[in-house]
C-alpha cells in the first residue's frame, strides 16, 4: 500500500525481465459517477496489515498459475484526487495472452478480497460511505 | 478469554472506535462474538448480524470457533480498487 501518488514505472521495472516479452499495466482511477455531485476526492482507508497479506496471497497465486508471469500491484490509501490511481497492477510474462490472464486475475482477486473502503468528500464539506 | 475487535471505516463510526476487547466464553463462534458486540455497544444494533469478518488477517465464516487472543475484524462491504 502507499499514501503516495502511484509510480506505474517502478511497478513494470519490478516485473520486467528479457525473457517476458509482454507486459500488462492497469490503472484503476478515481471517477465521478453522474449521481456523486460535486466530489472533491475519495478517501480510501484500509485493514492495511490484512490487505499486505491479501495481496501477497493473490500474488502468489497468480505467479503459481502462470509460472512464467511475474506480477505486481499497489492500492492507494487516504484521499485520492479525481481522476488519480487507486490501484495499479502489472504483469509480465513470456506472451500476451498469460499476462493479460494474470493482470486479470490479480485485478478481480483484489477487487473481492481487499479490504479497502472509500469515503465520498463533497466540496460542501460533507463525506459519506461508499459501498457498492 | 479475549478476543481483540478491530472495526474499520463505517463500522468504526458506529462501534464509536476502532478496537475493544471482548471477553467471550471458550468455544465461542464468530457470530456469537458479533451478538456480543451488537449488545454491548451503544449503536451496536446498527451493526449487521451477519457481516464480513475476518479472523487474524484472513477473511473467515460466521461458525469459526475463536480462540483466545484471536484478532476479529468487522469488514464493511469492501469498495476497494
Redesign the interface.
Known amino acids: 500500500m502507499t499514501r503516495d501518488p502511484i509510480d506505474i514505472g517502478a511497478l513494470i521495472a519490478n516485473v520486467s525481465d528479457a525473457g517476458r516479452g509482454a507486459t500488462v499495466a492497469f490503472l484503476g482511477s478515481v471517477r465521478r459517477s453522474s449521481d456523486d455531485g460535486p466530489v472533491v476526492a475519495i478517501e480510501y482507508s484500509a485493514y492495511e496489515e490484512m490487505v499486505e497479506a491479501e495481496f501477497g496471497g493473490i500474488v502468489t497465486e497468480a505467479r503459481a498459475r502462470w509460472p512464467g508471469a511475474d506480477v505486481a500491484a499497489r492500492h492507494r490509501v487516504g484521499d485520492v484526487p479525481l481522476g488519480a490511481a487507486s490501484i495499479a497492477v502489472v504483469a509480465a510474462a513470456p506472451h500476451r495472452g498469460e499476462a493479460f490472464e494474470a493482470a486479470r486475475y490479480v485485478i478481480e482477486e483484489a477487487k473481492r478480497r481487499l479490504p479497502v473502503w472509500k469515503r465520498e468528500r463533497f466540496a460542501g464539506g460533507t463525506a459519506r460511505w461508499r459501498e457498492e | 478469554m479475549t478476543v481483540h475487535c478491530?472495526f474499520?471505516?463505517?463500522y468504526a463510526e458506529v462501534a464509536g472506535r476502532e478496537a475493544l476487547d471482548l471477553d467471550v466464553p471458550r468455544g465461542a463462534t464468530v457470530a456469537q462474538a458479533v451478538d456480543a458486540l451488537r449488545v454491548m455497544l451503544r449503536a451496536g444494533a446498527q451493526l449487521p448480524a451477519r457481516p464480513l469478518v475476518?479472523v487474524n488477517?484472513?477473511?473467515a465464516a460466521l461458525d469459526r470457533v475463536l480462540v483466545d487472543g484471536d484478532e476479529l475484524?468487522l469488514?464493511?462491504?469492501?469498495?476497494?480498487?
Open positions: 478491530r474499520f471505516a463505517r475476518a488477517r484472513e477473511h475484524a469488514l464493511p462491504p469492501l469498495a476497494g480498487g
